[in-house]
């Protein structure tokens, strides 16, 4: 039999009036639940102190729930369940993620799972009698509300696990001392928690021996459950590896578990471990400013550790292009420009293509102090980085200059050219030495550039211009027969960055 428990009312709200002659409904303190589509109306607790007050939860007997942002159905687990059971959500409505809890008796949480469902944003947990728990929490990411169905089934017994499971047990037990190995089998969804000394010194806590394709995370919570820090594959492949140096006073736990709340099994350890040598760049603004500016075009090879960064100080005046190149496997850079308080001006993480990252100091608006290079999320990786003055080198697809176009080859009717202009840059190009009338034009814009073309004579004078054309933001130029050298100059509107491609063809006559 499925008891079906719908849209939850806050408790204390008002039901929806019946139909003249019908009776009115039952208040509850704890909230009435709206019918889902099959299914029977039900109450369920929208407090854990209300839980009592509404059925539990019996095995095989699915629950329907139809959440409002910013509520929770909580439940007693009823003794048919037994010692051994799982909970889980399914057949979810679109945009529905779901969070399962289960809770003791102080409605501390003793075990928490997102999306380890067989369903995508499902959630699932075990249970055994070890856990201790009273009451389970089912909840949406982030409190968003949505509609799904809570099932519970009951599972044959399991060995008990020789480790503590949630961050109440750890409290209750010596912490996990440096040097002390132990090997750990986790369920699908189980996590293991250990208290850490007090004297932390050079601490690491390092995930080793991982069986199969076990892919471990750690994560540094404080007493009350809190993130302060994680890791999930700093250890090298799928191993973890967790400095707890930087870590704050306090009493701090340590929770170890895989990735995609998959079983597996390894190895956890706390290593006393000596600090790796002093990295050869700058790692803060002081330092920055201590070594004073980078040149102005230049490469510099980086390899950061785990949850490092790199920050220079950057030559006064200058407009440059910055980017991260030769990334190793692995590596996804991110770039920032900073003014002279540290703060973000510009960010750019993959705009140098793939995971390399590209930007340029025009972009700030001349505030731009220091560049930061970092790895996404903290990863450790190795890259160059790359300065280059804008105007200082050719464009790509065009010359700098009418000095440096001259000495080119001409542009080739019908052949089409790629031209990424940064904020400030031309590209000048050399038109056919036969004097021939030709009609240029831009095409194939990228993120809404604004295209500018000029026809220049030999001494740079402009003699026709065009900005948009045919209703759009790309440019169409007609050169008519005149004398040669005659050179076409490409820019973004109003000195903008600009990527688009350009092409001159024959005028029909």
Same mark, same amino acid.
């Given at each position: ?44 607790? #929208? ?70 469902? =067989? ?15 009273? #009451? &389970? ?29 949630? &961050? ?43 069986? @199969? ?28 590896? #967790? ?8 009493? &701090? ?6 990735? *995609? ?32 500016? +980078? ?8 390899? $950061? ?8 100080? +950057? ?22 420009? !900073? ?38 999320? @903290?990863?450790? @990786? =190795?890259?160059? #980085? ?44 050399? !038109?056919?030495?036969? *004097? ?40 169409? $130029? !007609? ?8 050179? &076409?100059?490409?820019?973004?509107? *109003? ?15």
């Amino acid at each position: 039999m499925a008891l079906a428990l719908g849209l939850a009312l806050p408790a204390g709200a008002a039901l929806a009036q019946p139909a003249p002659g019908a009776s009115m409904p039952k208040q509850r303190p704890s909230g009435e639940s709206a019918a889902c589509p099959g299914g029977r109306t039900g109450p369920i607790a #929208l407090r854990a102190a209300d839980a009592a007050t509404v059925p539990p939860l019996l095995p095989d007997e699915p629950v329907c729930l139809r959440l409002r942002p910013r509520q929770s159905a909580f439940f007693r687990v009823a003794p048919e369940a037994g010692g051994f059971y799982t909970v889980s959500t399914r057949k979810l409505a679109r945009s529905t993620d779901t969070v399962l809890e289960m809770l003791d008796a102080q409605s501390r949480v003793l075990a928490q799972d997102d999306d380890g469902g =067989s369903e995508e944003l499902s959630s699932s947990i075990e249970v055994g009698p070890e856990l201790g728990a009273t #009451l &389970l929490r089912a909840g949406t990411l982030e409190d968003q509300g949505g509609t799904f169905e809570l099932v519970l089934v009951r599972d044959a017994p399991r060995p008990p696990p020789d480790f503590p499971i949630s &961050l109440v047990a750890a409290a209750a037990q010596p912490p996990l001392a440096a040097g002390q190995e132990v090997t750990l089998r986790l369920r699908r969804g189980q996590s293991a928690y250990y208290a850490l000394p007090a004297e932390r010194g050079r601490l690491v806590a390092r995930t080793l021996k991982l069986q @199969g394709e076990t892919d471990t995370v750690l994560t540094l919570l404080d007493a009350n459950g809190q993130q302060l820090d994680e890791d999930d594959d700093g250890g090298g492949g799928n191993a973890s590896a #967790l400095p707890l140096d930087g870590a704050p006073a306090g009493q &701090l736990f340590l929770r170890a578990s895989i990735l *995609g709340n998959t079983p597996g099994s390894f190895d956890l350890v706390l290593r006393q471990e000596e600090p790796p040598p002093p990295p050869d760049f700058p790692t803060t603004l002081e330092q920055a400013r201590q070594q004073g500016p +980078l040149p102005a075009e230049g490469t510099r090879s980086i390899t $950061l550790r785990r949850r490092q960064q790199a920050i220079f100080a +950057l030559p006064p005046d200058q407009a440059l292009v910055i980017q991260t190149r030769n990334l190793a496997s692995g590596t996804d850079t991110v770039l920032a420009l !900073l003014d002279q308080d540290g703060e973000v001006l510009q960010e750019d993480d993959d705009g140098g293509s793939d995971l390399a990252s590209r930007i340029a100091t025009a972009s700030a608006g001349g505030r731009a102090a220091f560049v930061r290079a970092a790895s996404l999320n @903290g990863a450790p @990786g =190795s890259f160059d #980085l790359v300065l280059r003055p804008v105007g200082g080198t050719a464009s790509p697809g065009g010359a700098a200059s009418i000095e440096e176009a001259a000495r080119r080859p001409t542009l080739l009717p019908g052949e089409a050219v790629a031209v990424q202009l940064e904020a400030g840059e031309a590209a000048v190009f050399a !038109l056919p030495h036969d *004097g021939r009338p030709v009609q240029a034009l831009t095409f194939d814009l990228q993120n809404g550039a604004d295209t500018v073309l000029e026809l220049l004579d030999a001494e740079g004078q402009v003699l026709e211009e065009n900005d948009d054309a045919d209703g759009g933001l790309g440019s169409r $130029l !007609l050169a008519g027969p005149q004398p040669r050298p005659a050179y &076409l100059r490409a820019t973004g509107s *109003g000195g903008a960055a600009a990527s688009f491609s350009l092409v001159i063809v024959r005028p029909v006559p």
